[in-house]
């Protein structure tokens, strides 16, 4: 049977948002918008599930009318749950870790931080966020010539690969993971916390009959690499939100006028 002749409330379409529905670090599409919501939307749930969090996912989708307009919003992969404008359920690093875990790491980071030598620094070295720590070695408060900066002496030094090495080690007995993603930072976050998690959510509610992923970082250390290799969904690959209709368009048999 062809997803084309799956009812509406059978099939789920996924979608990552930076660099699937919208251009790397940049505000979806007024036309690409529109074929989402008239096109797409009556023939299939519609869903994102991003790394960030609801704020940034709301900066880029043009604001809050995401909330009646996507059937499911997992920000932070997931790890929030907001199921038709509703928030359904949110998972949080505290609670998991415990405080006493959660600050031993906190302090060695920041000792670690202390003691790297880089060209500059700036402000802001851990983001904490509920399901994760975002670490970022020279301060996320950084312009975008000094973010550069950063880029270049990472491709001979490894910054946070070696890093990444360190607290692996330091922290053998908690069950974390690691993930580089964007050009300053990693995250942080409990095994099992990627883009699946928010797959849990959807079985433990839903019954579709296709569940439909969409990500362009889907190699191994990619935050999409995860679900995209899930046996429970159906997983294209883009490299831009052009790939993303183009697929849509042929998958749901809609018609380009
Ligand atoms: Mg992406």
């Not at 869903?47 to 960030?52: I, N, R």
């Not at 690691?178 to 998690?197: A, L």
């Amino acid at each position: 049977m062809s997803t084309a002749s799956l009812q509406r409330d059978e099939i789920l379409l996924l979608f990552d948002v930076d660099g699937t529905l919208t251009y790397p670090r940049t505000n979806i599409q007024p036309e690409f918008e529109a074929f989402l919501y008239s096109k797409v939307k009556p023939l299939a749930n519609i869903a994102t599930v991003g790394g960030s969090d609801l704020e940034k996912m709301f900066e880029q989708l043009n604001g809050k009318k995401i909330l009646g307009e996507f059937d499911f919003l997992f920000p932070e992969n997931g790890l929030v749950q907001i199921d038709h404008g509703k928030e359904a359920g949110k998972q949080n690093i505290i609670q998991h870790l415990g405080e006493p875990t959660l600050k031993r790491f906190i302090n060695f980071v920041l000792r670690n931080l202390s003691e790297l030598e880089l060209p500059i620094k700036r402000g802001t070295f851990i983001e904490f966020r509920n399901g994760m720590l975002n670490v970022c070695p020279m301060g996320r408060q950084c312009t975008r010539s000094e973010r550069n900066m950063f880029v270049e002496y990472e491709k001979k030094h490894n910054v946070r690969e070696e890093m990444i090495k360190v607290l692996q080690e330091e922290f053998a007995d908690v069950d974390l993971q690691y993930s580089i993603g964007g050009q300053i930072s990693f995250d942080v976050f409990p095994k099992g916390w990627d883009k699946t998690y928010a797959l849990r959510y959807i079985e433990a509610n839903y019954n579709f009959k296709e569940i439909h992923f969409f990500g362009d970082k889907t190699e191994p250390g990619g935050n999409d690499y995860e679900i995209f290799i899930d046996p429970r969904v159906i997983s294209h690959k883009v490299a831009t939100p052009e790939d993303t209709r183009r697929i849509l368009t042929d998958l749901l048999k809609i018609s380009d006028s």
